[in-house]
């Protein structure tokens, strides 16, 4: 079974196997025994035998050899690979596409290419079912296409203006 073992100096990759463990892909010759005592055991490991105690507090491992106290947190394949997905961000979206959210006549385009718009201002106005509905940006940043001009048709989802955010950074 493998192991992905980090005591705060970084993480390594074990895998045991009778008789051995596998560590960052060399193998090393190693023996666990419980002593009769349950709570005790011993392990021989290169060429050195030491006893210890180990248990488990708060999602990590405490383990005593002969005296020293070492802090690990031990994952195994899936609780690794888990914590590797629970880690990755999702990159930040840089370019929002307005779509007309129904089928209807373009009456107005507020902006240009190239414009500056605030979060909130008025871009394109559309008329549907005989009323006005005007479509707002939902953040700052710059006109890069106009979609559509006044008196054209469109349809659900189509894309009427695109704007790549500002100043990404900040958010």
């Given at each position: 079974?493998?192991?992905?073992?980090?005591?705060?100096?970084?993480?390594?990759?074990v895998?045991?196997?009778?008789?051995?463990?596998?560590l960052?892909?060399?193998?090393?010759?190693?023996?666990?025994?419980?002593?009769?005592?349950?709570?005790?055991?011993?392990?021989?490991?290169?060429?050195?035998?030491?006893?210890?105690?180990?248990?488990?507090?708060?999602?990590?491992?405490?383990?005593s050899?002969?005296?020293?106290?070492?802090?690990?947190?031990?994952d195994?394949?899936?609780?690794?690979?888990?914590?590797?997905l629970?880690?990755?961000?999702?990159?930040?979206e840089?370019?929002?596409e307005?779509?007309?959210?129904?089928?209807?006549?373009?009456?107005?385009?507020?902006?240009?290419?190239?414009?500056?718009v605030?979060?909130g201002?008025?871009?394109?106005v559309i008329?549907?079912?005989?009323?006005?509905n005007e479509?707002?940006?939902?953040?700052a940043?710059?006109?890069?296409?106009?979609?559509v001009?006044?008196?054209?048709?469109?349809?659900?989802?189509?894309?009427v203006?695109?704007?790549?955010?500002?100043?990404?950074?900040?958010?």
């Open positions: 079974m493998k192991y992905h073992v980090d005591g705060g100096s970084g993480e390594r990759l895998e045991v196997r009778q008789g051995d463990v596998i960052d892909g060399k193998p090393e010759a190693c023996d666990v025994d419980m002593l009769p005592s349950g709570e005790k055991f011993l392990v021989r490991f290169r060429h050195r035998t030491a006893t210890g105690f180990a248990r488990r507090a708060g999602g990590r491992w405490q383990i050899l002969d005296g020293r106290v070492f802090d690990i947190r031990v195994d394949e899936r609780a690794h690979h888990i914590r590797t629970a880690t990755v961000s999702a990159p930040v840089t370019v929002t307005v779509r007309a959210p129904m089928p209807g006549m373009i009456v107005r385009v507020e902006v240009e290419e190239g414009q500056a605030d979060a201002q008025g871009l394109v008329e549907a079912m005989k009323m006005e479509l707002k940006a939902e953040s940043g710059i006109v890069t296409t106009v979609h001009e006044p008196g054209m048709t469109v349809n659900r989802d189509d894309a203006i695109t704007i790549e955010r500002e100043n990404t950074l900040d958010e």
